[in-house]
């Protein structure tokens, strides 16, 4: 194998591995005027989620979360919360919603001066009406500052 090859093979490999993704359904609409959709008449609605399985943020300091989904069969706006965010961090904002027509958003995090120092798993919760609720967890590890 030529040395670009390893390199662009390593670097898709670290890719994979440092990203996660979890799917969400729901069931098939109704059709209007007759009975319920069934699989075969219509698609089911799908979300899935991406997003790093570990993110890093020094006490202090804002860090950025990239969250990207993709959507199967609706086009409804999905709002993006996360929980068990570690003592002293915070999202600034509270709350996200990534609108119809678009996949991804950047959530900002905030640490304070004397966040708690340590790996804290955060769960990303994303919901859109007619699916269950997608969660996923990352660890967040937050730094002291030097």
């Known amino acids: 194998m030529k040395p670009f090859q390893m390199f662009a093979a390593a670097g898709l490999a670290l890719l994979i591995a440092g990203c996660q993704e979890t799917t969400s359904t729901g069931p098939a609409p109704a059709t209007s005027g007759g009975p319920p959709a069934t699989r075969s ?41 996360l929980n068990d965010l570690p003592k002293g961090v915070e999202l600034i904002g509270n709350e996200a919603v990534i609108p119809a027509g678009q996949n991804s958003i950047t959530l900002q995090l905030k640490a304070a001066p004397d966040a708690e120092v340590g790996e804290h798993k955060v769960q990303i919760d994303a919901k859109a009406p007619g699916l269950a609720d997608n969660v996923q967890t990352f660890t967040l590890t937050v730094k002291a500052s030097s």
């Open 41 to 81: 008449q219509t698609e089911i609605k799908k979300l899935s989620l991406t997003a790093a399985k570990a993110q890093t943020i020094k006490q202090g300091d804002t860090d950025d979360v990239a969250i990207k989904i993709n959507r199967d069969n609706f086009n409804d706006a999905v709002t993006i919360r």
